[in-house]
């Protein structure tokens, strides 16, 4: 079950479910390699992708310099920058041609924001939205369980976190607003999220917790999060059995993600509590939707939908 560098061969069989107006939240934006993974699956006609944001960072002197001194470099600790879905893309172009793709980023790490900032001008401009009406909008935030300021250290890479060490010996720190999903969404009037995607490294539970009432409302078709064993995974009781059985009571299956899912939901084993490197996709059983996520799993089921 360890998939601690996401499959998603699923991904593009979800585009049939987006609508014409998918928003994302991706909580840990990070160096936006998943935030142009969703241009890339929702917003086929677009510039923007993983090998693009690769070689503009890799073009760029002063970002290069900052980012390889970081945890996973300017390519990701998962190489994102080599990644690319070539399947079937003149056809997904077609079927994007009247979708317009809402991402929200939020990333409180200031060495990666300044990086998420730069490419925002370059492949954005001086517009949240590209001439096709696809926007991204950058968040200098972190999330958790409750609404506030946190301190997070200035220059850590990849492998942010709130109270973590540093990457350097000679850390500072930075001030940054603290957010929930469930403010997120009032403040911002939305209705409805396509896909919350968290990578706190190691605090996802809060982060899930500050999503309770969109959860329990449904207002989240997907939500994909990291379960490890750092940050706040085994402390106050917080273990995946419990988050799933969370999950579970608002609607949600849960599976294990990879090239085929793992079902966690109705299907729990002690074993599966790992506490490594992995990644859960959950989906609204009350959504469409959740047929592409049985499609892929092993077990119970069988066969494509």
Not at 73 to 81: I, L, S
Not at 235 to 258: R, W
């Amino acid at each position: 079950m360890k998939s601690s560098c996401q499959d998603f061969s699923y991904l593009l069989d979800l585009e049939l479910f987006a609508g014409l107006e998918p928003v994302v939240f991706d909580v840990g934006c990070n160096k936006g390699y998943d935030t142009a993974l969703m241009f890339e699956a929702f917003a086929a006609q677009e510039e923007f992708s993983r090998i693009a944001l690769g070689k503009f960072y890799e073009s760029n002197k002063q970002l290069n310099d900052s980012m390889s001194a970081m945890n996973g470099g300017t390519c990701g600790v998962c190489n994102d920058c080599k990644e690319s879905f070539d399947s079937n893309m003149k056809a997904r172009q077609r079927a994007a041609a009247n979708r317009r793709l809402q991402v929200h980023c939020f990333e409180p790490s200031e060495t990666n924001y300044q990086g998420l900032a730069q490419m925002h001008k370059r492949f954005f401009g001086s517009s949240n939205k590209t001439a096709r009406g696809n926007e991204l909008r950058l968040h200098k935030a972190a999330m958790s369980n409750y609404t506030g300021t946190v301190q997070m250290p200035s220059n850590c890479g990849e492998l942010c976190q709130i109270q973590a060490k540093s990457d350097s010996a000679t850390a500072t720190t930075t001030t940054v607003p603290l957010t929930t999903v469930d403010a997120m969404l009032d403040s911002l009037q939305l209705q409805r999220l396509f896909l919350l995607k968290i990578d706190t490294e190691g605090f996802d539970p809060l982060v899930l917790q500050g999503a309770r009432r969109s959860l329990a409302e449904h207002k989240v078709d997907l939500v994909l999060f990291e379960y490890n064993s750092g940050g706040v995974w085994g402390l106050n009781g917080l273990t995946l059995k419990g988050v799933t059985a969370e999950l579970e009571s608002f609607g949600y299956i849960c599976y294990f993600e990879g090239s085929l899912l793992t079902r966690i939901t109705g299907c729990w084993s002690d074993e599966l509590e790992v506490k490594s490197w992995s990644n859960v996709i959950c989906v609204a059983g009350s959504r469409p939707v959740q047929a592409v996520l049985r499609a892929y799993s092993i077990a119970p089921f069988k066969g494509r939908y």
